[in-house]
């Protein structure tokens, strides 16, 4: 009797195991629109499935999974760039974006891009096979100059645009160039899987974007994640970046 119930067991634990595993690789369909909870789903590796709309032209795109050039070139094409911002300037209100391209290393979950589309507009449809989900409400690069505090965030979510927070994304009749523009609260804000810029300490600036070139002669500020942990000098937790001396992940992140 004991061998049969050892066995029984031994059989319903190998039957959990399967399921769990079915559940893992069954495929995950994700809303690019209002955007979806994937904190249940998060370390999970699933064969991802998203539908998203692309203009002609440059756009946005940060998801919580990655993808392979091969996958990112099977949903928008072989001759689709890949960019994210690396570094700053600033003079006077002016602050310069330097994006550069990183299409050879796929796309990284929660990371904010820049996307060239050269296709017609219309919804593609995103596969991601055996990739990992990782969830993060507010995925965000961080980057500092001159006392200008400047975030490239993801929208994990659909976010509407307010009169309270300046929020910079690219319209539609500005993405020939990518130019981040003032959203107004009369838009539809930003949909799930986009990006947006938001900037402290300038009030008003104007924001140009640069492709395949980094400034030269200047202490360009490069990102710094505005989710990992900061710590001042005597290793004491900041709730985020300060004035002065910052370290985050072992470094020092001087902000004047």
């Avoid at 900037?199 to 990992?228: F, Q, R, Y």
Wanted: aromatic letters at 8%.
């Amino acid at each position: 009797m004991k061998g049969i119930l050892k066995k029984m067991a031994v059989v319903a634990g190998c039957f959990a195991f399967s399921a769990a595993m079915m559940a893992q690789t069954k495929a995950l369909y994700l809303s690019s629109i209002e955007g979806t909870n994937v904190l249940q789903y998060d370390g999970q590796t699933r064969n991802v499935s998203m539908s998203r709309s692309v203009y002609n032209g440059w756009n946005t795109l940060c998801v919580p999974f990655s993808m392979t050039t091969e996958e990112l070139n099977a949903a928008f094409g072989a001759g689709c760039k890949l960019e994210t911002l690396s570094a700053i300037t600033k003079e006077g209100d002016v602050i310069d974006l330097y994006f550069t391209d990183v299409k050879a290393e796929g796309v990284k979950a929660n990371t904010p891009y820049l996307l060239h589309y050269t296709g017609e507009t219309k919804t593609v449809k995103m596969l991601a096979n055996e990739t990992t989900i990782e969830a993060n409400d507010a995925p965000s690069l961080l980057f500092v100059a001159d006392n200008a505090f400047l975030q490239f965030n993801g929208a994990a979510k659909h976010i509407e645009a307010n009169e309270q927070d300046a929020m910079y994304g690219i319209y539609v009749k500005d993405n020939a160039e990518a130019a981040f523009t003032l959203v107004t609260p009369e838009t539809t804000g930003f949909y799930a899987t986009r990006c947006f810029i938001t900037v402290d300490g300038v009030k008003n600036p104007t924001l140009k974007a640069h492709h395949g070139e980094m400034p030269t002669g200047i202490n360009a500020i490069k990102a710094v994640n505005a989710s990992d942990d900061v710590y001042n000098l005597s290793g004491i937790r900041q709730n985020s970046i300060q004035k002065g001396v910052n370290v985050v992940k072992g470094q020092k992140v001087m902000v004047k």
